[in-house]
């Protein structure tokens, strides 16, 4: 009888967490048409008005975040703890992995809200040479460049280029890294030998040149570069950029694999594997449904770790020309511009501004990551 009423109050909790996800989702497609629609430049040309209505939108989302979390708190863990509890709670004992997560979200907004916080438009206009090189005023907070485009708002469009490229070629890398390794810690055999192989060929040579070779290689290839600036222009992202991202993600996996493959040796051994083979799962099922998914929380260190990587080294490549193209407002690609006024004292602040940016987003993610690894760290008793 316990039993049934067990099984009951699961269903009804399964029940009512599904509904709530179903809330959640419609809530979210209310929210992001509203944004589309009433919160943009051509509905709201004056900046200040915009900046008020971000940080109200913004606002919202948080309230309703808040509140569907209690309520699914709720729903599976009355009077207890929950893991998403346990885990901010081992977060926040990090003071700077939590000014980390801040300096993350803060990012975060900007880039999401990029086109709404940036004071002049992405679309460049001729007129705008005449304020070529101007210091920073009212009118242009960081100051103008030499193309007399606003600093300010090219920053925050470069938002938009740093975290989409971090978080996309991370994604990728992550996708490859679990998948090989998984099969090579779980098969091992020749399997584990040639991808073992294949991995430390890669990681024999300086990340940074087999990168720019590969760019380089992409650039040098008429038909090859043609191919790949006509898909630039139809997913809307510059063509140097699209091969950074092709070379970042072939060449940046092999850091999750060893730790996925670590992880894969010593949960093949485990009781719960083998119940899995004695009652009858598939192949499929106990490599990705019973051990690719308890590789995840190293990975989700290293990932967090890896896109703080990432945004540097696009950077690092648009500043030595291999990166962005010079219509594309990369952070990397303004600190190029702003080296060659570095020794001149009144334009310093074409070098200093873009660079902060660059500082600030690598501490955050940096810090974050290490939050993140000492969070979910099961030694760390509450």
Known sequence: MEHEQYLALEKEKKAQTRKLYLTFAAIAVVLILIKMVFITRSAIPTWGVRLVAVGIYVAIWAIVIDQLYKRWKAINYLGELNPIQRFMMRLYRNKLATFGLFIVLFISVIAIFASEIAIYERRYNSDWKEYSMMPPSREHPFGTVSSGE????????????????????????????????????????????????????????????????????????????????????????????????????????????????????????RDYIAAAKVVGASRSSILFRHTAINTLGPVIVVATLGIA????????????????????????????????????????????????????????FTTLGDGVRDAIDPRLKL
Not at 193 to 216: A, H, Q, R
Not at 223 to 235: E, H, P, R, S, Y
Not at 317 to 327: C, E, K, P, Q, R
């Open 150 to 269: 606003d600093l300010f708002s090219l920053i925050c469009y470069g938002s938009q280029i740093s975290l989409v490229l971090g978080l996309s070629v991370e994604f990728v890398v992550v996708v490859i890294g679990i998948t090989l390794g998984v099969i090579s810690g779980y098969y091992g055999g020749w399997i584990d030998k040639l991808i073992n192989y294949f991995t430390d060929v890669i990681m024999s040579f300086p990340f940074l040149i087999l990168v720019i070779v590969l760019v380089g290689a992409l650039r040098a290839n008429p038909a090859l570069n043609d191919q790949i600036v006509d898909f630039g222009k139809t997913v809307g992202m510059d063509s140097h950029l699209l091969m950074v991202f092709v070379a970042l993600s072939v060449f940046g996996w092999p850091g999750v694999f060893r730790q996925v493959r670590g992880q894969v040796l010593s949960i093949k051994e």
């Open 309 to 364: 990587g990432v945004i540097l080294t696009e950077a690092g490549l648009s500043f030595l020309g291999f990166g962005a193209d010079i219509t594309t407002p990369s952070w990397g690609r303004l600190l190029s511009e702003g080296n060659s006024f570095v020794t001149q004292p009144k334009y310093l602040y074409l070098a200093v501004f873009p660079g902060l940016a660059l500082f600030f987003t690598i501490l955050g």
